[in-house]
């Protein structure tokens, strides 16, 4: 790193997307953006790996956070989050999952009793 910009972040960018997968000794955290009104996917702006301690101590890191924004501000509404298939979780706060109600069983006898 260069010693004139030590201590310097770069510019901040807004996320709305976060997909998260591991693997035995990695975590994978991929940031993007969705737009708002799209259909399916997400402009994909960054990706870290870590490992699954650094993971859970960001993790405790941002509800420690979380919870003073919330002593500060008020509650704050807990968004329903889609699943992907894999183990991954795809979040994008402000989408609503589409309803994934369990099929009724069907019935083993045709007529009513």
């Known amino acids: 790193?260069?010693?004139?910009?030590?201590?310097?972040l770069p510019p901040a960018v807004y996320v709305?997307?976060?997909r998260v997968a591991s693997q035995p000794?990695?975590?994978?955290l991929s940031f993007g953006q969705v737009a708002q009104g799209q259909a399916a996917g997400a402009?994909?702006?960054s990706s870290l790996v870590t490992s699954p301690e650094q993971a859970k101590s960001m993790w405790k890191a941002l509800g420690e956070a979380l919870a003073r924004h919330?002593?500060?501000?008020?509650?704050?509404p807990e968004p329903e989050a889609p699943r992907a298939q894999g183990g991954a979780a795809e979040i994008p706060p402000g989408a609503r999952p589409p309803?994934?109600?369990?099929?009724?069983p069907k019935s083993r006898d045709s007529k009513a009793g």
């Open 16 to 18: 709305n997307y976060l």
């Open 25 to 28: 000794g990695e975590v994978f």
């Open 99 to 104: 309803r994934r109600d369990k099929p009724k």
């Open 43 to 45: 402009h994909l702006l």
């Open 70 to 76: 919330e002593a500060r501000f008020g509650p704050i």
């Open 1 to 8: 790193m260069d010693e004139g910009k030590k201590g310097v």
